[in-house]
């Protein structure tokens, strides 16, 4: 089946520009993570969902950083007045279980803030 | 808080090599111990689990066990191909419903022919 997918694959954005990435799980996965991977580094956790709510959100690094899943599947992470260091990938992860101890990960956004 | 330590790289081997990858962790409870593996221009692919202590997980010739008494989970495989260059990722689980998983660094294994 389809796995997760995300886009814009690429998003070049000026400093100071708002940027919306979107999410789409596998179909009937409870489960939604965001996470942030700098350039060499592993992804860090930003925000989980479990259904519609979301449950924890205690990584995304400012107030800048938003993200909504409004009907309990599509995700969308949006980053307000972008900066230098929001450049990285961004990787949604999705999980049959609540919880998500099985993270099927997406392709990720590529995120340049020029 | 948790986190996960794993050997620098890259690692450059030869095809048919032995290949271990060091990883070490720090959690409370009984975390869940994850390797990934991420492809040049691709995601992060799950590779092997092991859930609980003395769990081993496999896959595609890799193997890793849980030890809780060193709190390592080092992935190993017998002979390595050229096709398994990729970067390898190590992590764990802690659970609590509502955590997301945590990563170490991040090993960029090279294989040559």
């Known amino acids: 089946g389809a796995g997760v997918s995300q886009s814009p694959r690429y998003k070049v954005a000026k400093r100071g520009q708002d940027v919306a990435l979107r999410c789409d799980p596998i179909?009937?996965?409870?489960?939604l993570f965001w996470y942030q991977q700098a350039l060499g580094q592993g992804p860090e956790f930003l925000t989980y969902?479990?259904?519609?709510?979301?449950?924890?959100k205690s990584g995304l690094p400012s107030d800048r950083f938003f993200a909504e899943r409004p009907e309990g599947s599509v995700s969308t992470l949006k980053i307000q007045r972008t900066q230098q260091e929001d450049s990285a990938v961004y990787l949604c992860?999705?999980?049959?279980?609540?919880?998500?101890?099985?993270?099927?990960f997406g392709p990720g956004t590529r995120l340049t803030v020029t | 808080g948790d986190s996960v330590t794993q050997m620098e790289g890259p690692v450059t081997l030869s095809e048919e090599a032995f290949l271990t990858i060091n990883c070490t962790y720090t959690a409370t409870g009984y975390p869940s111990l994850f390797w990934y593996v991420q492809y040049p221009g691709e995601g992060l692919q799950l590779l092997l689990k092991?859930?609980?202590?003395?769990d081993k997980g496999s896959n595609k010739g890799f193997e890793a066990t849980y030890r809780k008494e060193t709190t390592s989970f080092h992935l190993e495989k017998g002979s390595v191909q050229v096709s398994d260059s990729a970067v390898y990722f190590c992590?764990?689980?802690?659970?609590?419903?509502?955590?997301?998983?945590?990563f170490g660094k991040g090993t960029h294994l090279i294989i040559q022919p």
């Open positions: 992860a999705s999980s049959y279980l609540a919880g998500g101890v099985e993270q099927y």
């Open positions: 992590a764990l689980y802690s659970g609590g419903g509502a955590d997301g998983l945590t």
């Open positions: 092991a859930t609980k202590a003395d």
């Open positions: 179909s009937g996965h409870v489960s």
């Open positions: 969902f479990q259904n519609e709510a979301q449950l924890d």
